[in-house]
């Protein structure tokens, strides 16, 4: 085991005009200019998961499909997650779950930290995706990121004249770093357990 957290930040949206893709990459910078971790972005749209279609979780049997174990392989090289997620619905994007579903074994006894946007700073989102995470046998940090309201719709497409991430820096960045160094904690923590 590398002593140097594996951290992904996983883009939790899927669709081609999504906005995921712009917290994501400003939460991968924030999370490598600490200088302490080996952060990757893993985008689940290059995966091309199919919808979950294995006899059972692989908990219990290994999964077929090819793209399946391919994205297994992936979440096993890493030691905890940053996950980035719009509201769809009061929770999670559909490809997010389904993608969490495709794998067992390699998220048990990992940590992971919340991005999540909408209205509201896809707070149900977030909230769903750690009764998830509970199964999964993973570790939530307390702190999250969440963009909504006036901040959400300045940086959003919707609002007509989107700003950079980083223009919004003065209300989430406090809860970003938080968040990290929640994330580093329990990462380290986990790892020296697993190990
Ligand atoms: C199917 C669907 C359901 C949505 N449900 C919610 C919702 O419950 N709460 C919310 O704040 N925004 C909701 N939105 C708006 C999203 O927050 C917004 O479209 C966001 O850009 C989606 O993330 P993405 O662009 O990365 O896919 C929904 C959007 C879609 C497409």
């Known amino acids: 085991m590398s002593v140097t957290p594996r951290i992904a930040v996983i883009i939790g949206s899927t669709r081609d005009s999504r906005f995921a893709a712009a917290p994501a990459e400003w939460i991968a910078e924030r999370a490598k200019a600490r200088g302490d971790w080996e952060v990757e972005v893993v985008d689940l749209k290059t995966f091309d998961?199919?919808?979950?279609?294995?006899?059972?979780?692989?908990?219990?049997?290994?999964?077929?499909?090819?793209?399946?174990?391919?994205?297994?392989?992936?979440?096993?090289?890493?030691?905890?997650?940053?996950?980035?997620?719009?509201?769809?619905?009061?929770?999670?994007?559909?490809?997010?779950?389904?993608?969490?579903?495709?794998?067992?074994?390699?998220?048990?006894?990992?940590?992971?930290?919340?991005?999540?946007?909408?209205?509201?700073?896809?707070?149900?989102?977030?909230?769903?995706?750690?009764?998830?995470?509970?199964?999964?046998?993973?570790a939530s940090t307390r702190s999250a990121v969440h963009i909504g309201g006036g901040d959400f719709f300045s940086v959003h497409p919707l609002g007509g004249d989107p700003k950079p991430i980083s223009s919004i820096e003065g209300t989430i960045g406090g809860s970003a770093d938080a968040m990290l160094g929640e994330l580093d904690w329990w990462t380290r923590a986990t790892m020296a357990a697993r190990g």
């Open 49 to 138: 998961l199919p919808l979950f279609n294995e006899v059972a979780s692989n908990a219990w049997v290994p999964s077929e499909n090819a793209a399946a174990r391919a994205w297994q392989e992936t979440i096993a090289k890493f030691d905890g997650f940053i996950f980035v997620t719009p509201e769809y619905n009061r929770s999670i994007t559909g490809a997010l779950k389904n993608a969490l579903d495709q794998a067992y074994v390699e998220w048990n006894r990992k940590a992971f930290g919340i991005v999540s946007y909408g209205s509201v700073g896809g707070t149900r989102a977030a909230e769903h995706l750690r009764t998830i995470g509970i199964e999964l046998q993973m």
